[in-house]
């Protein structure tokens, strides 16, 4: 029989929890789901300056908006004082540590372990076999005294005391793994498979830190990422299925994750990538889902405007915010440019603006007429981007597109840069395109 797989999420809760870290705790739960195992939760807490309660609890509610379960604890080491003490006893009994002076000042004394000075072999999923030889290391320092135990020892007892058989994290921590081993094997324990995870860089090549921008998970939400497409990005920062997808579901990483495919160099976090993969999460929501999201993120004065003409904001949905929307704080972006103000207000005229090129006002306002006259032939009912589109296309072809649809679409909004003339007359409606086409009889 296989053994049942058991990994862990072992966050220390001294602040927000930083994507890289985010993203060792999905390769655990990827891996422990895939193989039907169990993760365990645990706060390594031990740092009692440092940590605090509140910054536990912003984890756990990270991990529950990533749906990232887990299905023990959560524990915290600062609870687990006495078996630290008790494992340290033991280890110094049975001649495997020592207490010492922790300089030569005599400030204090330390427990130190006595370093068998052998090699050790790290079994390492990305890097393969890994042999080193302990001796640099010196008898390390593994608690401040028996009561007061240090991170490596901590790591080990909750290890082995959590059945952990994968042990999957950053590559920042590749350098503990040979100490940690030799802790497991004095304490006569199984070593687990370890699995070190390729340091995550910015566009620059360097270390991903908050210089680079967003790094914790409150920021992308803010931003108005999808917890879905986080999840996704931070799935491929060192994993791929082997071929060219790239947007998954929790769900389909479970399917697909494997930890042969976890690559050894670095993974470059790109926001223009996040972007992308976040725009193809978006087009998965339901329609309500996504109007939902996006009326969030507009001003309270057009959110009102909008809520109370709910088939406008539809149809801005549909054509507009769904082609341009690659987060949803892009339609705030989009509110502050001032980009919806005409859908509720007739822009001026603005003769400059009209003209395309150099033909002057008098051919736009002819050519809007002549364009009116043609759509006045599409019924309510007929009335679609296409159909719009179909009316004007082959006979402004005739004329010179330009000469057309640029005074179409100036006059419809007033706006240098807008959506095309035939999206801006679909969401206005045909009665409002009219009134806005025909201009003849204003500024005479
Ligand atoms: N508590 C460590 C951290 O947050 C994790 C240590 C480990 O994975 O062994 O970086």
Redesign the pocket.
């Known amino acids: 029989m296989t053994q049942q797989v058991i990994t862990?999420f072992?966050?220390?809760p001294t602040g927000l929890m930083h994507i890289g870290?985010i993203r060792?705790l999905l390769f655990n739960y990827l891996y422990a789901r895939k193989h039907n195992g169990e993760i365990v939760m645990r706060f390594?807490d031990t740092d009692r300056e440092r940590s605090k309660q509140e910054y536990a609890d912003l984890m756990l509610k990270d991990l529950e908006i990533l749906g990232l379960t887990y299905d023990q604890g959560p524990f915290y080491q600062s609870q687990k004082t006495d078996r630290y003490t008790a494992v340290i006893k033991q280890l110094i009994d049975e001649g495997f540590a020592y207490e010492a002076e922790e300089s030569n000042d005599g400030s204090g004394k330390v427990i130190r372990f006595k370093n068998p000075n052998t090699e050790v072999t790290v079994i390492d999923c990305v890097r393969g076999e890994i042999t080193i030889d302990t001796t640099d290391f010196g008898d390390f320092v593994i608690a401040r005294s028996v009561d007061n135990p240090l991170?490596h020892l901590t790591?080990v007892v909750d290890d082995i005391d959590g059945g952990i058989t994968h042990?999957i994290?950053?590559e920042?921590?590749i350098t503990?793994t040979p100490r940690q081993i030799l802790l497991i094997q004095a304490l006569g324990a199984q070593v687990p498979v370890y699995a070190h995870l390729p340091l995550i860089v910015g566009d620059d090549k360097k270390k991903l830190g908050k210089r680079h921008g967003a790094v914790n998970l409150s920021q992308f939400l803010e931003m108005g990422y999808l917890p879905e497409a986080v999840v996704n990005q931070l799935a491929l920062l060192g994993w791929n299925p082997g071929d060219e997808r790239e947007i998954f579901s929790l769900e389909e990483l479970v399917q697909e994750f494997s930890l042969a495919r976890i690559q050894k160099g670095a993974a470059t976090f790109s926001y223009q990538k996040l972007d992308d993969i976040n725009k193809q999460h978006m087009l998965r929501l339901s329609e309500a889902n996504y109007k939902e999201h996006a009326i969030e993120f507009l001003s309270d004065d057009t959110r009102n405007r909008f809520n109370a003409d709910k088939r406008l904001f539809d149809k801005v949905t549909s054509s507009i915010l769904v082609e341009r929307l690659n987060k949803f704080s892009d339609v705030t972006q989009m509110d502050r440019d001032r980009e919806f103000e005409y859908l509720f207000e007739k822009p001026g005229i603005d003769e400059n603006l009209m003209s395309f090129k150099d033909e002057g006002f008098d051919t736009a306002r002819k050519n809007l007429a002549m364009a009116a006259d043609k759509l006045e032939q599409v019924s309510e009912d007929q009335w679609t981007i296409e159909n719009i589109k179909e009316v004007l296309w082959d006979w402004s072809g005739e004329i010179g597109r330009g000469s057309v649809l640029h005074p179409m679409r100036t006059v419809m909004t007033g706006m240098q840069r807008s959506p095309d003339p035939f999206t801006v007359a679909y969401v206005l409606g045909k009665k409002e395109t009219l009134v806005r086409l025909r201009i003849s009889n204003e500024n005479e």
């Open positions: 862990r072992p966050p220390s870290n060792s390594e991170y790591v042990v994290r950053g920042d921590h503990s």
